[in-house]
DNA sequence: ATCCTCCCCTAC
DNA sequence: TAAGGTAGGGGAGGAT
């Protein structure tokens, strides 16, 4: 299941997609579905429980195990876990320092529901005398728990979970204290426990506990399961079937039976909305004077509650809490003290997505882009805006809470809502509340203990974002078959822009469509009609519940005059604070201020945007929609690092999502931006649990010179923007990337030719024409005389016949076109370097034999044994002849550094990025070149000793640099007596006094110095140090291309240079060097304005033909 | 003036 | 326990 099939898939059809884009990418397990399949139809009239499924169990890295190893090893981990929990500060003790006498000594309290005195107070008196408080339950810490009350529902589930526990009230603490001893608790044990013994000893958590405090029968609605069948997974840690048997989360399929099913059921029932008989009862909208039904469409309230909702199924099966799989799918690292966050779980990234309710509602869209792919209908939403339009509005009510009460409906009238957790003292939020729930006060984004405290009988349903997608999927489909101008809002809402000539009568169309949503979704919908987007909007508000209203003009002034300014989108929590400061509460009195003075104070465009609002005028169009901008991932919760590798581990699965994001919606980018939420040096623990708290936001930006998605490049850019921050890891309570400057990939680019010569030039000669809008022509064709006589100079020491005469070109823009990839012109076989052509990789020369019909290779056997082999140098590389080592930690010699390793994610430890922890030794991807005079002593102390010693041999004769003396240099006696070290001498007296002329064209000083070094080992035939200073040189050239504005001219020589000089020598253990050239080029070279460098390369002789056909942008 | 970077604000 | 993401709009201030 991939995500180009997922986009073709018809959208009528329900094909797979997961909401969780990177999912799809990811796992491509198929292996799961057939499990996952019948997991989700019994699942489904209970809900999804906690989250973990098979296809986070498949992801994880022990997916490949046997039960028995995975078993073993979780009883290991879950000893571990408990060990930890033992040390966790979630329970507060005071040993040693109590003021009071320690009666209280091994005595360790849960409090239980509300209290008196409080559970605050009763912790003071059990720290001042020497007991402890746990704010979690757990049998193995928790002593006695303590308990005031406790309705009947709960205490069925008190007896389970304390098994055995006393449960006393908190007279007993109180009695102690006062008798200044421990008093026997019997006496206080809590009335309706007392007698009664465990019959129930299994439990799924005190967690799961809680979410029965409202139940109905004996279903928890959170865990969706009996209480009886739940095991507390504290204890038992999460069983082999646990980890492989539970259903797929992030959502993929949609075409289950059990959709199909619940389908069926939704047409059994026929429903009808009678609209006659509608007018505006809404007491809002009265009291605004827009009463008059004929003006003012407005269904009553209860019409539609009247509509049958499809039957409910009853509870079937029960699904195994995730509690279990949580403390299980997530690997220990180290002690630590916090059990959610990234130090944990090494997937913490991909785990944490996958329950993010932001994350979904956030990446939406991007799912819906793929459904519909838009830009049908937009040019003809501009050409409609001359005719009489207008807007309607449509949004769910409590969605996410209507989407899992569907079945429910017993619950439809009792406050519901929507949290990961049921706590009444968590920090857990509302994500939904239905509306009796709102009656209380309850509301989304608000603690569930706050919820539970406005509404202690508020019934918490878990998440199900597959559900909430299916619905999302059914609302839209419904929109789309009755317009085809719609511009979505969220994965619940939508606008629609009728013309007066299609429908006549919008408010009708918008009841026929609310009727089919209710029957389709079994979720109602609400409507808001009026002449712009603003008004719609604000009418749906007005409409909510379930109704439907419109405001016609000339009521709009009337409606908005006592309307709170917060009630307009776009003005929020600060707005309204500012405004408020100066008297301004209602939009009335905002139309008293002039436009110049909201202007100067909020902006030139938030000033007309509060001026036009406040009117009821709002001149956005419907359905412009724009391609993406930008694309990021983000985390701000459980972000807690204790050292660098932590960090960086999170960072490149950071840059892995968002590799994997850029390639979901085809499209590379340019900008590169890492945020970090840094905690405030005053701020305490945050309140919310694993929250982060007050934070400084801080962010760095680095744009390169070439799009890109590669996840190696990202990772590589980001490193090094991180470095810039030069931040303590453990103030970091959140970071993000975030890619703009996106291009997309245009179709040439897609698949397997993305990589190939023929598109690569194909690719080169269309975007051409933009080397126009690059550079100063002037600058350009002054440097083009330089570059060419330095290349002249420096290539004629390896390979004299690859350059051809240079070209001047002469500059003519204006008449310039660039051919379009089908006008791409192949060059003459003639024209072609065979010596270079034969020596490139195999699978490279039979992509070109390819584009030549396969006579290329018929070529080359005529003109066999004539040209390139006695050019060659012959290279016999042995193993770990070439001592390279790029990697900044590592100075061993003979370091054969794997290519996938180069930037692994423990390398980045020291360096400016490592404050406070060692900065004597400087980043090496810190290093940013910008002058010869420049350089990095850094890189060269990674050099292996004995280049490091002939670079300081060579650097004096010309030039060096006064921090090279810093160079902590022992030169090992080794290398003085290495024969290979002979070139140095030789090189040495070379240049002495006599600097060629090309070093002006690495203007970066590594590469200056790389390549003095490289064209020394060539003249001595030190085959292995050649081959190792290549390397380095390929390293430096990346990480310019990748990092540097100013550099990548150099770069690009220095590539154009290797590659030349890896094909001529044909190392042949340097084959993968020559690739890492060619991609670095291909990605780089199709904006180069020295493109034609990388041209000649394979196609000299086609030197002057190409510069004419494409204008005076070359330079060569 | 216009662009760029580093924020802040808003909505779902 | 608990999963505070994502993307667009826009302002301030500096570089050009
Ligand atoms: N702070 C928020 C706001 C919204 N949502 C999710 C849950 C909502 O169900 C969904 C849609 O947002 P709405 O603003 O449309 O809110 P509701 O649909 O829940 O209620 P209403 O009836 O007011 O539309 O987005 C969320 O998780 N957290
Ligand atoms: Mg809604
Ligand atoms: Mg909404």
Aim: hydrophobic share 30%.
């Amino acid at each position: 299941m991939s995500f180009n099939s997922s986009r073709s898939a018809d959208s009528g059809s329900k094909s797979k997609r997961s909401f969780n884009s990177i999912s799809s990418n990811r796992s491509g397990n198929s292996n799961s579905s057939d499990n996952s399949k019948k997991k989700k139809t019994t699942q489904k009239t209970l809900g999804m429980a906690w989250g973990s499924n098979s296809r986070s169990a498949s992801r994880s890295s022990f997916r490949n195990s046997p039960f028995s190893d995975f078993g073993s090893y979780m009883a290991v981990k879950n000893q571990k876990l408990q060990e930890q929990f033992e040390a966790e500060a979630t329970s507060s003790s005071n040993s040693g320092s109590s003021n009071g006498k320690p009666i209280f000594q091994g005595v360790s309290i849960f409090v239980d529901g509300f209290t008196v005195p409080s559970s605050q107070e009763l912790k003071g008196y059990m720290l001042k005398h020497g007991g402890r408080f746990e704010n979690y339950f757990s049998r193995h810490r928790v002593t006695h728990i303590i308990c005031s009350n406790l309705p009947d529902s709960k205490i069925k589930n008190l007896r389970s979970f304390s098994a055995g526990l006393p449960v006393v009230k908190p007279a007993w603490l109180l009695d102690s204290v006062g008798a200044n001893k421990l008093l026997s608790w019997v006496p206080y044990q809590l009335d309706q426990v007392v007698g009664e013994t465990h019959n129930q000893p299994k439990l799924s958590s005190f967690f799961a506990l809680k979410s029965s405090a409202v139940s109905v029968g004996s279903t928890n609605y959170v865990t969706g399961q009996e209480n009886s069948e739940i095991e507390d997974p504290s204890l038992k840690g999460g069983t082999i079937n646990d980890a492989d048997s539970s259903g797929p989360c992030g959502y993929t399929d949609h075409s289950k039976p059990c959709s199909r099913d619940w389908d069926d059921s939704v047409h059994g029932n026929s429903t009808s909305v009678r609209s006659g008989e509608v007018t505006c009862h809404d007491g809002k909208f009265s009291e605004g004077n827009l009463s008059e039904p004929s003006n003012c469409l407005m269904l009553d309230k209860g019409s539609v509650d009247d509509l049958d909702q499809p039957s409910p199924c009853p509870p079937s099966a029960s699904v195994v809490s995730d509690n279990a799989k949580k403390s299980t799918s997530s690997a220990i690292t180290g002690p630590s003290k916090q059990h959610h966050s990234t130090l944990v779980d090494p997937n913490f990234v991909e785990n944490y997505f996958k329950k993010s309710r932001l994350h979904f509602i956030g990446t939406w869209r991007s799912r819906y882009r793929k459904r519909f792919p838009s830009s049908k209908y937009s040019s003809s939403i501009v050409n409609a805006s001359a005719q009489r339009t207008s807007v309607i509005h449509v949004d769910m009510d409590c969605f996410f809470v209507s989407v899992v009460i569907r079945n429910h409906p017993e619950l439809r009238d009792k406050p519901v809502a929507v949290c990961h957790s049921d706590n009444p003292r968590g920090t857990a939020e509302i994500s939904s509340a239905n509306y009796p729930a709102r009656d209380y006060g309850v509301r989304a984004g608000i603690f569930v203990r706050d919820a539970k405290a406005l509404c202690p009988h508020l019934t918490i349903f878990p998440y199900d974002f597959e559900a909430y997608e299916e619905v999302a999927d059914q609302l839209y489909d419904i929109l789309h078959k009755h317009c085809n101008r719609i511009q979505a809002v969220s994965c619940d809402e939508a606008f629609i822009e009728v013309t007066d000539s299609e429908v006549e009568d919008p408010q009708f169309l918008a009841s026929v469509i609310r009727k089919e949503i209710v029957e389709t979704t079994g979720c109602t919908a609400s409507a808001g009609i009026s002449g712009n987007l603003l008004m719609a909007r604000l009418a749906t508000k007005v409409a909510k519940p379930n109704g439907q209203c419109c405001i016609p003009s000339e009521k709009v002034d009337d409606y908005l005059n006592d309307l709170p300014i917060k009630s307009l989108p776009g003005i929020g929590r600060v707005l309204e604070e500012k405004l408020k400061r100066k008297q301004i509460q209602t939009c009335g009195q905002l139309r008293m201020i002039p436009k110049e003075s909201l202007q100067k104070e909020f902006g030139v465009k938030t000033g007309d945007m509060l001026w036009n609002y406040s009117r009821g005028v709002d001149n956005r169009l419907v359905g412009v929609i724009q391609e993406s901008k930008s694309v990021g991932a983000e985390v701000n919760w459980g972000v807690r690092f204790n050292d660098m590798k932590d960090c960086q581990h999170f960072l490149m699965n950071l840059c892995k999502e968002v590799s994997l994001r850029l390639q979901g919606c085809a499209v590379e980018g340019r900008t590169f931006t890492l945020k970090i939420k840094k905690r405030r040096n005053d701020a305490e623990e945050p309140v919310k649990y694993m929250g982060c708290g007050d934070c400084e936001n801080l962010s760095h930006s680095m744009t390169v010179p070439m799009a890109t998605d590669d996840v190696d490049i990202i990772r590589r850019l980001t490193t090094q923007l991180f470095g810039s921050f030069h931040i303590d890891v453990k103030d970091i309570r959140g970071m993000g990337l975030q890619v703009s400057k996106l291009e997309s990939v245009d179709t040439a680019k897609q698949g397997h030719e993305r990589n190939s010569i023929r598109s690569w030039l194909a690719s080169a000669s269309a975007s051409s024409k933009q080397q126009h809008e690059i550079g100063s022509p002037a600058k350009e064709s002054a440097s083009g005389e330089i570059d060419k006589q330095h290349i002249d100079e420096s290539l004629g020491r390896f390979s004299t016949d690859l350059m051809g005469p240079a070209v001047q070109i002469g500059t003519n823009p204006s008449n310039f076109e660039a051919p379009s990839n089908q006008d791409f012109a192949l060059p003459d076989l003639g024209d072609l370097d065979l010596g270079v052509v034969e020596s490139l990789p195999p699978d490279l020369f039979s992509e070109i034999n390819d584009i030549y019909d396969g006579k290329l290779i018929n070529l080359m056997s005529k003109k066999k044994g004539k040209s390139v082999a006695q050019e060659r140098v012959q290279v016999a590389l042995k193993e770990g002849g070439g001592p390279f080592c790029c990697d900044p930690a590592c100075v061993n010699e003979n370091c054969v550094v794997d290519k996938e390793e180069k930037y692994p994610v423990d390398k980045i430890q020291s360096g400016p990025s490592n404050v406070g922890i060692s900065t004597e030794v400087p980043n090496k991807l810190d290093f940013m070149p910008s002058s010869l005079s420049q350089v990095d002593t850094s890189v060269l102390q990674q050099l292996p000793e004995e280049l490091r010693v002939d670079i300081l041999q060579v650097l004096p004769a010309h030039r060096q640099p006064e921090c090279v003396s810093d160079i902590n240099l022992d030169p090992p006696s080794k290398a003085k007596k290495s024969p290979e070290n002979q070139a140095s001498v030789s090189s040495k007296e070379l240049w002495a006094g006599n600097p060629p002329e090309w070093v002006a064209m690495f203007k970066h000083s590594n590469c200056y110095i790389f390549r003095i070094l490289a064209d020394m080992y060539y003249r001595s035939g030190s085959t292995g140090r050649l081959s190792a200073i290549l390397q380095c040189t390929l390293s430096e050239s990346q990480t310019l291309l990748d990092a540097s504005n100013d550099g990548w001219d150099d770069a690009i020589c220095c590539l154009c240079d290797l590659l030349k000089q890896y094909i001529k020598l044909r190392v042949e253990t340097d084959i993968e060097e020559i690739y890492v050239c060619f991609r670095l080029l291909k990605r780089f070279t199709t904006k180069s304005k020295l493109l034609s460098q990388v041209y000649n390369v394979i196609f000299p002789h086609l030197q002057a033909s190409v510069g004419e056909s494409y204008g005076g942008s070359l330079n060569i």
